[in-house]
């Protein structure tokens, strides 16, 4: 079925209700509004105004494929010392359930992070038990990383004629014990010729 909805009307209807929560279609021919997702808006690349959008019918009583995003709540305290370093595997899970009980995220508790290497797995995440998780259990949603520092070292490139020459020694140590007294002159340019 093809319908016409005011712009201004769906995006105030999509931007809360996401592809996540239920929306009542009301059509001119319809005693009851329907029951719908939506599931995709496709826009203009130049303009991001909304060309099309596809909402899916839904019957309450049949389960449903969703994508439900992760809302990471409260602070890692392995992060919050500056010892790790939060990485994030995933922004969503796929699941399957009734359409009703979709919800708006699924909470992802950052507390338990409390050393580095430490993960929390698909596996480790509460839901209800009517929400099947269709995402493989193993995969990764956040991950703590070791704060590692790095070093750099720059190196200045040193101009020849830059170059000190000494022509005294200087009380420079060149084996234990023996201290050189005094030092030949050298030529900078005629050292140079030598290594070419």
């Not at 592809?19 to 599931?39: M, Q, S, Y």
């Not at 994508?67 to 992060?79: D, M, Q």
């Not at 493989?136 to 590692?148: K, S, T, Y």
């Not at 040193?158 to 140590?173: L, N």
């Amino acid at each position: 079925m093809s319908l016409q909805v005011p712009a201004r009307d769906l995006r105030a209807v999509l931007s809360s209700a996401g592809t996540n929560r239920l929306i009542n279609l009301w059509v001119d021919d319809g005693d009851k509004p329907r029951l719908t997702l939506a599931r995709e808006v496709q826009r203009d690349v130049t303009t991001q105004a909304m060309l099309h959008v596809d909402l899916y019918e839904v019957v309450m009583t049949e389960r449903i494929t969703g994508e439900v995003p992760l809302a990471l709540v409260g602070v890692a305290p392995v992060v919050s010392t500056k010892e790790g370093l939060l990485v994030r595997g995933l922004d969503s899970l796929q699941v399957h359930c009734l359409p009703d009980r979709l919800s708006d995220a699924i909470e992802v508790d950052l507390s338990i992070l409390e050393r580095t290497d430490q993960a929390i797995l698909v596996r480790d995440l509460i839901v209800d038990e009517d929400i099947e998780i269709l995402t493989d259990a193993d995969e990764v949603v956040v991950q703590v990383l070791p704060v590692r520092e790095e070093i750099l070292v720059v190196e200045e490139e040193v101009e020849p004629g830059e170059v000190e020459v000494i022509t005294e020694a200087r009380g420079i140590e060149q084996e234990p014990g023996r201290v050189v007294e005094k030092a030949e002159p050298v030529d900078a340019e005629e050292q140079q010729a030598e290594a070419d």
